[in-house]
């Protein structure tokens, strides 16, 4: 059904949540599964860095080491095909363009469910991901 599926995370308890509905997913249907983080960074909101400030953005890697670590705690993906990424950039374009390269059958992705006039206010990751994303996406509450 699912032979390849990308779940996103922010290391909030609800991208955990995602995490592990991907990985049964994974487990029930023999698909790929793609662990997705994406930094963002300055350069996503039209900001250019000054050249030479390498520390921010090996901070920005560490932080989003830790954020894949933090969400892979206490599963146990044996047996699963895992790929693990870090990628620069904004969110929902990011893990769109990810989809698309990488040709996946379903997105997962945890919501922080901050409701509808907060969550148009602050333009949530998921509602620009799921009207935005040609393959089929689980918004996990």
């Known amino acids: 059904m699912f032979k390849k599926i990308l779940v996103s995370t922010d290391g909030s308890e609800y991208s955990k949540r995602a995490f592990g509905i991907a990985l049964n997913l994974a487990q029930t249907c023999g698909s790929e599964l ?26 920005l890697l560490a932080t989003g080491e830790m954020v894949l670590q933090a969400t892979l705690g206490g599963f146990d993906a044996s047996g699963i095909a ?25 997105i997962v992705m945890g919501n922080h469910g901050h409701g509808p006039l907060t969550g148009s206010l602050l333009g949530s990751v ?11 996406v689980l918004i996990v509450k």
């Open 34 to 59: 793609i662990l997705l983080h994406v930094t963002f960074t300055p350069e996503a909101l039209g900001y250019t860095l000054k050249v030479g400030n390498s520390a921010l953005q090996d901070e």
């Open 82 to 106: 895992l790929q693990v990424r870090q990628k620069p950039g904004h969110p929902a374009v990011s893990i769109i363009e990810e989809a698309q390269a990488e040709n996946v059958d379903l």
């Open 126 to 136: 998921s509602q620009k991901v799921l009207h935005r994303s040609k393959c089929p």
